[in-house]
């Protein structure tokens, strides 16, 4: 792992290699291209301060090794006001979030001090209407269904697109 820089870190839950892909696709369709430069992706923390980019890399693998893939469940079609997303839900990643928070704990940032509601953004900083619209297509193809997540990742924040930092696969035999 090298060493610290500015960049804030971010830690993500990682989808399922199917989900992941027909998120993505539709990121790719919705998301208005000049500002879409990520995959689909679920944010756990938004900002770890730099300083922290080896200790996180030793805490994410240790938890990784723990526990095994993180029961999750799509639920539907979400408003963002201005965006839509795909509702996630999964107690245990929350719980598992919670643990990385106590950790980093008098380093969070005022955001991620805070539970996030799980979710995937299809589309971002469009008109009401627009995102009005693609929610009511989408509606009836985003059908609530189990999943598992795989794993965690670390990115570095640039600005634009996320440098990777790491991917921790779950592979333990606890649960969340």
């Known amino acids: 792992m090298s060493g610290a820089t500015d960049a804030p870190l971010i830690v993500t839950a990682q989808l399922p290699h199917d989900l992941h892909a027909r998120f993505t696709a539709l990121r790719n369709e919705h998301f208005p291209p000049e500002r879409n430069y990520l995959e689909a992706h679920v944010t756990l923390f938004h900002a770890l301060p730099p300083m922290c980019e080896g200790e996180a890399g ?17 639920e539907g079609v979400m408003s963002l006001g201005r965006g839509t997303a795909i509702k996630l839900s999964s107690p245990d990643m929350l719980s598992l979030r919670d643990m990385i928070a106590e950790h980093f704990r008098g380093m969070l940032t005022l955001q991620d001090q805070h539970r996030p509601r799980l979710h995937v953004t299809i589309q971002n900083k469009v008109s009401g209407k627009e995102a009005k619209a693609l929610q009511s297509a989408l509606a009836g193809l985003i059908e609530p269904r189990p999943f598992a997540f795989r794993g965690l990742a670390l990115f570095r924040y640039r600005g634009g697109p996320w440098e990777p930092v790491k991917e921790f696969a779950f592979r ?4 969340a």
Not at 58 to 74: D, M, Q
Not at 172 to 175: M, S, V
């Open 172 to 175: 333990g035999r606890g649960a």
């Open 58 to 74: 030793t805490y994410l693998k240790s938890i990784a090794a723990e526990f095994a893939p993180v029961e999750g469940r799509v």
